[in-house]
């Protein structure tokens, strides 16, 4: 198997500053679950061949959560964000494929190495005898990621209420075998959404506020793939392309998401929660991974990941 120590290393350094919270996602731990349905447009079909890009209506599962590993984390808390969006497209024949993305346009470092210096010096900065100087001597060398550690991440009105990135690079195939990069973007069809009048700056306001929200109405989202421009570097997730400007990339429409329900709380819906596993290398044929190297070590590290807080069996 490659690089054993590289991946467990990054799962213990994420242990190391969040500590472990029984059953629960090293990052990410808190969590709502909701189901809708994704429907395709014309343009999608013609750029890739996936089964869930043909324009049939296709059940979703989502999973809407803040960045921080420990649960009780305010929705309000700067560490809460960014926030994460999770899709799954569930397939005819049984088989799914993942989306998973979070709402900073970008990430700290490049590759999976760089990553876990990173988390080894957050560790270290606020372990129980703090030791700044590796993060500061990594942040001197790193500075996306002394920006990321920078950007405001101020708590949304709702999770329905801002953008998601996929961050890394993905390579769409037609039934011709002809390729296009891109990244996905997922954003609110109808922006911007005013909170909902049920929303309350709790700790928990945001899984309160999308059920309330759904309540009364499905809300609409749309899956938008940024197109690489010749030259872009599709092995860098850690920088954005422009959006806007001369040089924004050129965008397509992949189609309409529908969030319709979120399950309730209690007992079934955090034993179910906690056995879905989501994984952005679930790819099915028409999509591919890109070169870039935080894909292929995502694609090992959830599965390893999700195999670490699985409950002990009786
Ligand atoms: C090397 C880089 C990364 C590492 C080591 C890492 C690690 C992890 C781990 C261990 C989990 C928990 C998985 C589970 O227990 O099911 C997770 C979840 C998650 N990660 Fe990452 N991650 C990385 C990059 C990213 C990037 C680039 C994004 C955004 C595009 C992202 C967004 C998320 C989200 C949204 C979840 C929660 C998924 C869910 O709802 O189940 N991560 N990550």
Redesign the pocket.
Known sequence: MKQPDLYEG??DA?YAIFGRHAGL????AK?IVAHGSFTASPAAARLSRAAHLQGARVPLTL???N?SGVPSTADGDPGAG?????LRFLLDDGRHTDI???S?DG?PVA??EQ?LGF?QGLAGAGGERPDPLPLDAFLARHPRAQRYLEAPKPAPASYLAQA?????TVRLLDAAGAAVHGRYRIEPLEAPIAPSPAALPGTDFLGAELGERLRRAPARLRLVLQCAAPGDELDD?SLAWPRSGPDARPEIELGILSVETVEVDGQVQAARQQA?????GQLIDGIEASGDP?LA??AE??R???L??RPVQA
């Open positions: 990054l799962l994420l996602r090293v990052t990410h969590g999973r809407f959560s960045f960014p926030q994460g969006l999770a998973v993305a979070h900073y990430f590759t999976p990553f988390l998601y990135f996929g961050v890394n997730g879905l596993a989501f994984n952005p935080m070590a995502r590290l959830y390893r990941a999700a670490r807080r």
